[in-house]
C-alpha cells in the first residue's frame, strides 16, 4: 500500500509486529521512496527488537543517499513543504481543537498546514531523560482481602481514621460513647460516616453518624440553610458535624456540616518544562462500534510536529471491551475472545509512536477482578501488551508525571453518585461535576453497594489522601472537564461508537476526544478526532 501518512506508515510496521519511535516514522514519510526505506529499515532492524529507531531509518538513508528527502536531507522539511502534508484518513484536516475549563463547547477549529512539520512547539526530537514516573497507592500485588467480615470491618475503620485526621483541624470531635454521657444543651462536635439518612414526619431529616465506638443521630432542620447539604450527603462518607445535644441529650441539632474537602487555597504543581500529556479512556478494541477511524487520525496526529510537545499517554482504563459484561454483549462483539481482543488492542498501541511513556489502569470491562481497588493487568496479559514497555497500574492509581500528581480512576463510583445526587450536581452530561463530589468526599467511591464493589484490604486504598493536581477518570463515556478548587477534573471520553445497549439505555457517547494536558500549566486543549 502506498506509505502517504505517518498513520499508515505505523499501521504497516503495526502488522509486522513493531512499533517506532515518532522521528523514525517522520524520517520514513519523507523518504522519496517510503516504501523501500520501510522494507529495508525492517530487515536491518534485529529479529529480537520491537521498535524501529530513528538511527536505524538513518542507517537505511545512508547507505542508500537516493532514498533520502526531495530536498537532499535525512530530515523532512517544515519549511518548503516537499513531504506530504498531514491529513487525516479521509483526506481531512487537522483535528478540531477546542480549550476551555468547565464548558465542552468546540472552540475554532484550527487548520493544520499543508507543509509536513509545521508546529507550535519544537522539535519532535525528545529527551527521555527528563521524564520522571512515579506511583503510589498501586494495590497490585498488595492485595491481602479474603472477603471475611474481619476485611470488611477493618477497611471501614481505615477509612474513618483516615479521612477523620483530615476533618480533625476543623471540629474538636468527641467519640459517640462520650457524646452520649454529654448533659443535655452541651454543644458537641462529632466525625463519623454516614451510616443512616431518613426524614422526619415533619420534613426535617435525621443523619445517623457512626464512628468506632457508637452511634449518634443528628437532626438537621428543614427551616436551616446546611438542610441543602443532605442532598450532597451518601451512606458510607466520612463527615464532621457541629451543634448542641438536645434536653434530654438523645440527638445532636446540627448547627454546621463539614466535609473533608480540598482547600480553596490548594495550589497545584506543575512541571518544569513544556510538556504535554494526552488523557484518553475506554478504547474498547474487540466491539463492532471501536471507533479505528478515529483511532488512526489520532494515532496519525500523535506522530506530527505539532503533537511534538505530547510524550505521555495515560489510559483511565477499558482497553477492550471484554466478554458478558451486560447482556447480549456477545452480539455486538467483532472479536469473541478475550485475550485475542487484548492482542488487537496491542496492534493499535503500536501506532502511538515508540518514544511516548504509556501508563495503563484497567477498567470494568478489563480482564481483572471487579471489585475494586482493582490490581493491574496480570503476566499473560501484560505478555501480550509488552510491545510498547507501557507502565501499568492498579485502579485507582496515582501517578506523578515530572512533578504533577494525576489521579487516574476509571470512574464506576460515577454511576452510584449521578443515580444517587441531585441532577446540577452529578450527571452523565457534565461528568466532572461528579468528579468534584469525589474530591469534595474526599473518596473515590464513597458509597458502598449498588453498581460499586468493594475489595475488603486491610486499609481503604479509595481514599483521596493526596490531594492531586489532575484528576483522569473514564467509563461513563461522556466528555467533560472543568477546575474544583484549582484540581482539574477530566473525563475523556471514549473511542467507541453507541452501542446497542447504550441506545437501550439512553446514552450518547462523547467518542474520538483525546484531551491534551500542558503539564507545566494545567490548561487542556481538546481535540476531535471523527
Request: hydrophobic share 30%; aromatic share 6%; glycine share 8%.
Given at each position: 500500500m502506498p506509505l502517504e501518512t505517518p498513520s499508515r506508515i505505523v499501521q504497516e510496521l503495526?502488522?509486522?509486529?513493531?512499533?517506532?519511535?515518532?522521528?523514525?516514522?517522520?524520517?520514513?514519510?519523507?523518504?522519496?521512496?517510503?516504501?523501500?526505506?520501510?522494507?529495508?529499515?525492517?530487515?536491518?532492524t534485529p529479529g529480537d527488537a520491537l521498535r524501529v529507531t530513528a538511527d536505524t531509518v538513518?542507517?537505511?538513508?545512508?547507505a542508500d543517499p537516493t532514498s533520502r528527502g526531495r530536498n537532499g536531507n535525512n530530515n523532512p522539511s517544515v519549511?518548503?513543504?516537499?513531504?506530504?502534508?498531514?491529513?487525516?484518513?479521509?483526506?481531512?484536516s487537522s483535528p478540531v481543537e477546542t480549550k476551555g475549563s468547565s464548558d465542552r463547547e468546540s472552540g475554532p477549529s484550527k487548520r493544520g498546514s499543508s507543509k509536513r512539520g509545521s508546529s507550535k512547539r519544537g522539535s519532535s526530537k525528545?529527551?527521555?531523560?527528563?521524564?520522571?514516573?512515579?506511583?503510589?497507592g498501586d494495590i497490585t500485588g498488595r492485595s491481602t482481602g479474603t472477603g471475611s467480615y474481619e476485611d470488611f470491618v477493618a477497611v471501614f475503620r481505615d477509612r474513618f481514621e483516615k479521612l477523620s485526621k483530615k476533618l480533625r483541624n476543623r471540629v474538636n470531635h468527641r467519640p459517640a460513647e462520650t457524646v452520649s454521657a454529654m448533659s443535655g444543651g452541651t454543644d458537641v462536635e462529632i466525625i463519623g460516616l454516614v451510616n443512616e439518612i431518613r426524614s422526619t414526619s415533619g420534613g426535617h431529616w435525621i443523619v445517623e453518624l457512626e464512628d468506632t465506638t457508637g452511634t449518634v443521630p443528628c437532626l438537621v432542620m428543614n427551616d436551616r440553610d446546611i438542610v441543602e447539604l443532605v442532598d450532597d450527603l451518601l451512606l458510607d462518607e466520612c463527615i464532621a458535624v457541629s451543634g448542641t445535644l438536645s434536653d434530654d441529650g438523645e440527638i445532636v441539632f446540627v448547627d454546621?456540616?463539614?466535609?473533608p474537602d480540598v482547600p480553596r487555597?490548594?495550589?497545584?504543581?506543575?512541571?518544569?518544562r513544556h510538556v504535554q500529556a494526552a488523557l484518553i479512556s475506554d478504547v474498547h478494541v474487540g466491539s463492532q462500534e471501536f471507533a479505528a477511524d478515529a483511532w488512526h487520525r489520532f494515532t496519525d496526529w500523535?506522530?506530527?510536529e505539532e503533537a511534538a510537545s505530547v510524550e505521555y499517554l495515560l489510559i483511565a482504563g477499558d482497553m477492550v471491551e471484554g466478554v458478558g459484561v451486560y447482556p447480549n454483549q456477545d452480539e455486538e462483539l467483532s472479536i469473541v475472545d478475550i485475550y485475542d481482543q487484548y492482542e488487537r488492542f496491542a496492534e493499535y498501541?503500536?501506532?502511538v509512536p515508540g518514544d511516548m511513556e504509556i501508563v495503563m489502569i484497567p477498567g470494568n470491562h478489563d480482564a481483572v477482578r471487579l471489585a475494586e481497588p482493582q490490581p493491574g493487568f496480570d503476566d499473560d496479559l501484560r505478555e501480550i501488551m509488552s510491545a510498547h514497555d507501557a507502565r501499568i497500574y492498579g485502579n485507582p492509581a496515582s501517578v506523578s508525571i515530572e512533578g504533577v500528581t494525576v489521579l487516574m480512576y476509571h470512574g464506576v463510583s460515577l454511576d452510584e453518585l449521578i443515580a444517587e445526587l441531585p441532577e446540577e450536581k452529578a450527571s452523565y452530561e457534565e461528568p466532572h461535576r461528579a468528579m468534584y463530589q469525589l474530591l469534595k468526599k474526599r473518596h473515590i467511591a464513597p458509597q458502598y453497594g449498588g453498581h460499586m464493589r468493594l475489595a475488603p484490604e486491610e486499609e481503604d486504598y479509595l481514599v483521596i489522601e493526596e490531594i492531586p493536581d489532575v484528576f483522569h477518570t473514564g467509563h461513563v463515556h461522556k466528555l467533560g472537564w472543568g477546575k474544583y478548587h484549582n484540581v482539574l477534573a477530566v473525563n475523556s471520553g471514549c473511542w467507541q461508537e453507541q452501542t446497542g445497549f447504550q441506545k437501550s439505555v439512553n446514552i450518547d457517547p462523547d467518542y474520538g476526544y483525546a484531551p491534551i494536558l500542558d503539564l507545566d500549566t494545567l490548561e487542556l486543549t481538546v481535540r476531535k478526532f471523527v
Open positions: 503495526a502488522s509486522q509486529g513493531y512499533n517506532a519511535e515518532r522521528e523514525a516514522v517522520t524520517l520514513i514519510a519523507g523518504a522519496s521512496d517510503p516504501d523501500a526505506v520501510l522494507e529495508a529499515t525492517v530487515d536491518r538513518r542507517e537505511v538513508l545512508e519549511s518548503t513543504g516537499n513531504t506530504t502534508g498531514f491529513s487525516t484518513d479521509d483526506g481531512g525528545r529527551d527521555s531523560s527528563k521524564r520522571s514516573v512515579e506511583v503510589t454546621a456540616i463539614h466535609f487555597s490548594y495550589r497545584p504543581s506543575t512541571a518544569d500523535l506522530h506530527s498501541l503500536k501506532e
